[in-house]
């Protein structure tokens, strides 16, 4: 599989409105690609259209192989995707959460506290959601993504509401990632944050990818 | 079968945790089966005689609630899609789903049972009949709300149209457990097993399609 991703003259309604308008997109397996572009860009809907979650109107998009339209379950099984929205039980602890994601993900072997460790998260396993921060949450929210072993990492401002250090982490779950041989997109308005890490960058306006460059080949050896 | 179990499992436990069934369902339920016999002013053999048409009606709008909150749980943290990300088969989804609010309801309906034997004097002659009938009907309620809750919350007007789309179809299921309670309690000369029998049907027919179309309707939310 030469591309990780691949996808061709997309286009993505919400409602009535092109979110994507004709996107065109390839990304080689094992890259880290920043996806940048003002409010509005199509820049979330672009990362959910790869997750399966928002419909093609018209286009064809691969996702590790997978067809979005024809095998959506396929690729969602293989995606991880971090989106604004922790998608946490509040009446849950961190620990019941995480272990149902895993089961759901049929992961059932995943340690759950290195995942936490992983965050800085562990010392809080046994805490429900509802009393956590928001950045708190944010990081458990990263945890429930890393124990899908996604292939693809999809993240969606992985960098919002966390502090230096929750910062970091997120910085080393992409080095992990990419280690391990996964693909990850980041959206981002952050551009000095991701820009080190990634190997190419995608501008994205009217729902179209205006500019693709490669920024920093070296770093993932892509 | 794990995701299945996994998923009522994380239901009941926040159920347990945030206990909206036990404390505010329960009560309405019953609340229910007190002004029916307020408003009736019957006897107590007039109310006993009702009893299994009052018993399920409680239950059908009790159920109402259950599914809401069943729904509810998912929608208040946008995990609907997170499900739908899960990877697992839609409809073990549903099964999960379905199978927490099954078991709830069947907590309800206990506690409906002693409101009938204290309130309206009922007795179980035939207790074998009734939680056959009960579990059966109680699975076609769970299997038809799980299905209607989420696609309510498809059609965006979740809190009022569901009533509007589930009660209708659980006309059948009122009429024959109804008849299946009243051989059971010993208050109507019917075969009550005929009437569970076509309960059973009909918790088949809707579990099936409850599985078979959340797929499609779980797209939507």
New interface residues.
């Given amino acids: 599989m030469d591309h990780a991703v691949d996808v061709h003259d997309a286009v993505v309604l919400l409602d009535r409105f092109p979110a994507l308008a004709g996107l065109s997109l390839k990304l080689r397996a094992g890259t880290v690609t920043l996806v940048q572009g003002p409010n509005g860009a199509g820049k979330t809907t672009l990362l959910r259209m790869l997750?399966?979650?928002a419909?093609l109107e018209r286009g064809r998009a691969t996702v590790l192989g997978y067809d979005v339209a024809t095998e959506p379950?396929?690729v969602?099984?293989?995606?991880g995707?971090l989106?604004p929205?922790?998608?946490?039980?509040?009446?849950?602890t961190i620990a019941?959460n995480l272990s149902?994601?895993a089961?759901?993900?049929?992961h059932?072997d995943v340690d759950l506290m290195a995942a936490l460790e992983r965050v800085s998260m562990a010392p809080f396993a046994d805490q429900?959601v509802v009393t956590l921060s928001t950045g708190q949450r944010r990081r458990a929210a990263i945890a429930v993504v890393a124990i899908r072993r996604p292939r693809l990492w999809l993240l969606d401002e992985p960098h919002a509401g966390l502090d230096q250090a929750g910062r970091d982490v997120v910085d080393g779950l992409i080095e992990d990632a990419i280690a391990a041989g996964a693909t990850v997109v980041v959206a981002s308005h952050e551009l000095d944050r991701v820009r080190p890490l990634a190997t190419h960058v995608a501008t994205v306006a009217g729902g179209i990818v205006h500019r693709f460059e490669t920024v920093n080949a070296g770093a993932s050896g892509a | 079968m794990r995701e299945i179990w996994a998923l009522a499992r994380k239901d009941l436990r926040i159920e347990a945790r945030s206990k909206v069934v036990a404390t505010q369902i329960v009560p309405f339920a019953m609340v229910i089966l007190v002004l029916f016999g307020l408003a009736l002013d019957a006897d107590s053999r007039t109310l006993r005689d009702l009893a299994p048409g009052l018993f399920w009606v409680a239950t059908l709008f009790a159920s109402v609630l259950a599914i809401q909150r069943s729904i509810a749980v998912e929608t208040i943290s946008s995990t609907f899609e997170a499900l739908r990300l899960s990877g697992a088969p839609a409809w073990k989804l549903f099964a999960g789903k379905a199978l927490a609010v099954a078991i709830q309801l069947l907590a309800i309906e206990a506690v409906l049972g002693l409101g009938i034997v204290v309130l309206y004097r009922s007795s179980f002659q035939d207790p074998v009949l009734i939680v056959t009938a009960a579990v059966a009907a109680t699975i076609a309620i769970a299997s038809a709300g799980s299905l209607y809750g989420v696609l309510a919350v498809g059609m965006g007007v979740r809190d009022t149209i569901l009533p509007m789309l589930l009660l209708p179809i659980m006309m059948p299921v009122l009429v024959a457990a109804t008849r299946a309670f009243g051989d059971g309690l010993g208050t109507a000369a019917l075969n009550g097993w005929t009437w569970t029998g076509l309960l059973g049907l009909l918790a088949v027919v809707y579990a099936t399609a409850g599985a078979l179309a959340y797929a499609v309707v779980i797209e939507d939310t």
């Fill in positions: 997750a399966g979650l419909p379950r396929l969602r099984a293989s995606v995707l989106s929205q922790t998608m946490l039980y509040d009446d849950l019941e149902f994601w089961t759901l993900a049929g059932d429900q």
